[in-house]
């Protein structure tokens, strides 16, 4: 057990901390306290102010389509809103998510349970291919399938492909909190006499609740936010009735109060995850450490779990990879137009840099508050953040756009639009990470900066931020990874003659001209693969295997 104790402030016995108090005395400690504080004061004004401005930032799609329907008046509003055609969207979004998500619990479950508690042969390999349909997008998943079963569509449809699209986002959390869990109290309800399901059911799955709901609730949002995956199969979401509302008419006042629904939608699933995750303590309290858990025989059901692995990588990997490879066969070297996809490429790789360094940006004041100074002011500001990572990117796109065209009409369509788009968009990614390797960073070190001259800022710059590097690489990877394969937001806000390989995809297929189109999607498929076997590498390092 590890004690920490901590000291009363220089000062005086009962001398009390101030707002935003900072763990770390980063002034000299030969300083009088007066000059400490005024120190202290104005190394952080700037961070403190940073992170209001983009925490503010991060609200301003919710404020606007409140701003709109305050404009719009109650009566366009219940016109707009109640009618049967948002019954019929909020209807299929609703028995979307009702169906995929408990089918992508289940699925990922098993899996997990298979590659990290049985002695299922090649386990690491079917691990790794568990985890490999993160690096293909969802629209080049609904692609494939469209192309291969060319009658694929409906709600069944929907619910197919968008369960081989996102179970990875559950497996992950499930299979880590799997590695973690201590066998003892499965060992102890054994010895009490419970069976092997019963013990499951008692015990491990109660242990999984926190990751369940997590990568259930980061599901169910992108089931909400898809939009390339339903166009494909001609299944009609708030998502694609927004964005087709736009482009159409450019109706403002309908596709803002379809978003309006939308991001009720996001809250409502918000909701629904806190109250089944509950406030359970989890953490194991005692000394010593969990021993390693012996992997279960599965004796005669061997045979029928690898079936399960071989065809859930046969739907996840198989077909999208088949049918890539056939397109490109069929069109052969005519495809490759390696001036448009160069451009393509380059524009990509731009965006996805930019707006990650934008993002990781963005996200370094609150990330630093959020373990420097914890307190009230810091998880407001923080929940700020996260309530952006739950909206759709077309709410997002959709309130820049109006925004710029009634106001900043030069902001228009430009780079800048975009790129505040893609940092909203992606905050939390950065955020998370950025926060994790900077808890690893000992406020220590500012500290001894700090008494060896160095100014407040100079200090935070030369120990925290610099030991931070890791994390902020991988989150801008992370982020990379979202701009390169989002399609609304690009769409939307983009400046004229940009063309992402998103975009590109999305234009060829669009004109039923797969094998144009095929191209496009090898090249986001391979360079999202190392990304999603760093993810692979970094959820084992975590769990220390």
Same mark, same amino acid.
């Given at each position: ?50 992170? #209001? ?21 109650? +009566? ?28 992508? #619990? ?85 010895? *009490? ?14 242990? =999984? ?59 409502? *699933? ?28 599965? %004796? ?31 069109? %052969?070297? +005519? ?15 731009? =965006? ?79 955020? #998370? ?18 008494? =060896? %001259? ?23 990877? *992370?982020?990379?990874?979202? #701009? ?62």
């Amino acid at each position: 057990m590890i004690v920490v104790f901590r000291f009363p402030p220089p000062g005086g016995k009962g001398a009390k901390s101030e707002p935003m108090q900072f763990a770390a005395d980063i002034a000299s400690p030969g300083l009088p306290p007066r000059t400490r504080r005024r120190a202290r004061r104005r190394a952080a004004s700037w961070i403190v102010a940073a992170a #209001i401005f983009v925490s503010l930032l991060a609200l301003l799609p919710l404020a606007f389509i409140v701003w709109v329907a305050v404009q719009t008046g109650w +009566e366009t509003v219940s016109a707009l809103v109640f009618r049967p055609r948002v019954g019929e969207l909020l209807a299929n979004t609703v028995l979307l998510v009702a169906l995929a998500v408990p089918i992508a #619990i289940i699925l990922s479950v098993a899996l997990a349970w298979l590659t990290e508690r049985s002695d299922l042969p090649g386990a690491r390999l079917w691990a790794w291919l568990c985890v490999a349909p993160l690096a293909i997008p969802a629209f080049v998943h609904s692609y494939a399938w469209i192309t291969m079963v060319p009658g694929l569509h409906g709600l069944w449809a929907g619910v197919l492909v968008s369960v081989i699209a996102y179970f990875p986002f559950l497996y992950l959390p499930v299979s880590a909190a799997l590695r973690r869990l201590d066998p003892a109290l499965e060992d102890a309800a054994a010895a *009490l006499g419970l069976g092997p399901w019963r013990v499951f059911w008692r015990v491990v799955l109660p242990q =999984l609740r926190l990751a369940i709901c997590g990568g259930a609730l980061l599901v169910g949002l992108h089931l909400l936010a898809e939009y390339g995956l339903y166009v494909f199969i001609r299944f009609d979401t708030f998502t694609t009735a927004i964005v087709d509302q736009f482009q159409s008419t450019f109706n403002g006042p309908a596709a803002n109060m379809l978003a309006g629904v939308l991001v009720s939608c996001c809250f409502v *699933l918000l909701g629904l995850e806190v109250l089944v995750r509950g406030e359970e303590r989890y953490a194991r309290v005692g000394s010593g450490a969990a021993r390693h858990q012996q992997r279960a025989p599965l %004796g005669r059901a061997t045979v029928p779990c690898l079936l399960l692995l071989a065809a859930t990588t046969l739907l996840a990997l198989g077909v999208p990879f088949v049918t890539i490879g056939r397109w490109l066969a069929a069109g %052969g070297a +005519e495809v490759w137009r390696l001036d448009e996809i160069g451009l393509a490429l380059g524009q990509t790789l731009f =965006l996805a840099l930019a707006g990650a360094l934008l993002a990781t940006v963005a996200a370094m004041p609150m990330a630093w508050i959020s373990i420097r100074a914890p307190g009230p002011l810091q998880r407001l500001l923080e929940g700020c953040n996260y309530i952006v990572g739950s909206l759709p990117g077309v709410v997002i796109a959709l309130a820049l756009v109006t925004i710029t065209v009634r106001i900043a009409l030069p902001l228009y369509q430009t780079l800048f639009t975009i790129l505040v788009a893609y940092a909203l968009m992606f905050l939390p990614r950065a955020l #998370i990470s950025l926060r994790a390797s900077i808890a690893q960073a000992p406020v220590e070190l500012e500290r001894a900066a700090s008494s =060896l %001259g160095r100014s407040p800022l100079h200090a935070l710059w030369s120990t925290t931020i610099r030991l931070s590097a890791p994390g902020a690489a991988a989150g801008m990877a *992370l982020v990379a990874l979202g #701009i390169m394969n989002e399609l609304t937001a690009t769409q939307m806000l983009a400046p004229n003659g940009t063309r992402t390989l998103a975009m590109a995809f999305w234009s060829y297929s669009g004109e039923i001209d797969y094998a144009s189109a095929a191209p496009y999607a090898f090249i986001m498929v391979a360079m999202s693969l190392p990304l999603t076997w760093l993810l692979y590498v970094q959820s084992k390092r975590m769990a220390g295997r």
